[in-house]
């Protein structure tokens, strides 16, 4: 059993958008911290998003700054990423991972992570 599951990949064109969704099952993630992550073939896996609870601001990688908006949505088991303005460098699998019990406005560290997603595959084409 996952606990969290990301949703809404697949493949775009250049400048193309995409909403990736991170749904909990059973449980809100009101107070949990919130990372979104990706891996693309022969790379490292690398942070592109993440956020604290306690209406902290998201913070991103540079090489999606500006393009990409990390959301908790009105559902409190749900979070987004707004992904616009799509790169063929942006392909990878994406991860959402979450910490539990995370009560600070600052992102996790990776090694505070509690449950990650299996992820979901975005494509993008030239």
């Not at 749904?23 to 990706?38: K, M, N, P, S, V």
């Not at 009560?103 to 090694?111: Q, V, Y």
Request: with cysteine.
């Amino acid at each position: 059993h996952v606990p969290v599951a990301e949703s809404g990949g697949g493949l775009v064109q250049l400048g193309g958008s995409l909403r990736l969704s991170c749904a909990a099952d059973g449980f809100t993630l009101e107070f949990y911290g919130i990372g979104w992550f990706r891996q693309a073939p022969g790379k490292e896996r690398e942070e592109v998003a993440c956020m604290g609870t306690q209406n902290g601001i998201a913070h991103y990688a540079s090489f999606v700054k500006g393009r990409f908006t990390l959301s908790r949505g009105d559902a409190l088991n749900t979070v987004y990423l707004q992904m616009n303005s799509l790169k063929p460098e942006d392909t990878a699998v994406y991860y959402c991972a979450v910490a539990g019990g995370w009560h600070d406005r600052i992102c996790p560290a990776l090694d505070q992570y509690d449950y990650w997603g299996q992820g979901t595959q975005v494509t993008v084409s030239s």
